[in-house]
């Protein structure tokens, strides 16, 4: 992959990320869940985790030279992720980002991305926390990277344009995370009148205040990325099957 394109796109990011935010955190914090529904949410993840691990060697032992690309999608979901928008009653929402990996390399290869990356933040930036890692991975990078990832491949069959089935794909990859992460903290914590029902329509209440704006900027930005890739490496997209072979809109991701 072009040196000269990695450092733009970090460049891209970095604005992205750094633009004024909160210090709040939004993955599910530091011993907020019950330590039952932590180990349920483990134990659902770990299956993906393995799964992803073996899919990440095979395809590295293929194609040793897809390791940049890889470290590109991790270094997308670190920074848009790490981002927070305020929203009400003290929460707040942020960009995912794997809908990028998704596309490049499945929903398998993401969750582990998505676990390292989770892994980091809890480490380094107190964002999120360890007992959580379990529902948090689930929440943004198994439910939101196959549901990102089902969403580009049905584009890619109803011959949808390319930049449209990648926005849609980020966009929807980043919502169901929301819609996820709300049915985890409903069920963690049910309304006393209307139960699980309730809570979730509450929880989902606080968060699509900024989500649904964020979803369509992270569907945006993802469009801009992949376009930068089809352009420096196309070769590699192609390998993937992410992009047709046909395909030669070196000016957009819309010619198919």
């Known amino acids: 992959m072009n040196s000269r394109m990695v450092v733009f796109l970090m460049v891209l990011l970095g604005i992205f990320a750094f633009c004024p935010g909160s210090a709040y955190a939004m993955h599910i914090m530091e011993g907020f ?13 770990l299956p993906f985790l393995i799964a992803g691990v073996l899919v990440i060697n095979k395809r590295l032992s293929q194609h040793p030279e897809m390791k940049m690309l890889l470290g590109l999608a991790g270094a997308f979901v670190f920074v848009l992720s790490a981002l927070k928008i305020p929203s009400v009653t003290g929460s707040c929402s942020h960009p995912t980002g794997v809908g990028l990996g998704a596309i490049l390399f499945g929903p398998l290869t993401m969750s582990v991305l998505g676990c390292i990356v989770l892994l ?10 360890l007992t959580t890692l379990g529902a948090n991975t689930f929440s943004m990078a198994v439910v939101g990277a196959f549901v ?18 990648v926005f849609l794909a980020a966009a ?44 369509v900027s992270e569907g945006l930005l993802t469009v801009v990325v992949f376009n930068l890739l089809t352009v420096h490496s196309k070769r590699e997209l ?17 010619a198919q």
């Open 120 to 129: 980091f933040q809890a480490l380094l930036l107190a964002h999120g926390g």
């Open 33 to 45: 869940l019950p330590l039952h529904w932590c180990i349920v949410w483990g134990v659902v993840t």
């Open 172 to 215: 929807l990859g980043d919502l169901m995370t929301y819609v996820t992460t709300s049915l985890q903290l409903a069920l963690a914590f049910p309304a006393e009148v209307g139960g699980v029902g309730a809570s979730f329509v509450k929880f989902m209440g606080i968060f699509a205040v900024t989500q649904i704006p964020l979803a």
């Open 238 to 254: 192609e390998e993937l099957a992410v992009i047709p072979k046909t395909f030669v809109g070196a000016k957009g991701v819309d």
């Open 148 to 165: 990102a990832y089902l969403t580009y491949r049905a584009c890619l069959k109803l011959k949808v344009p390319l930049w449209l089935g």
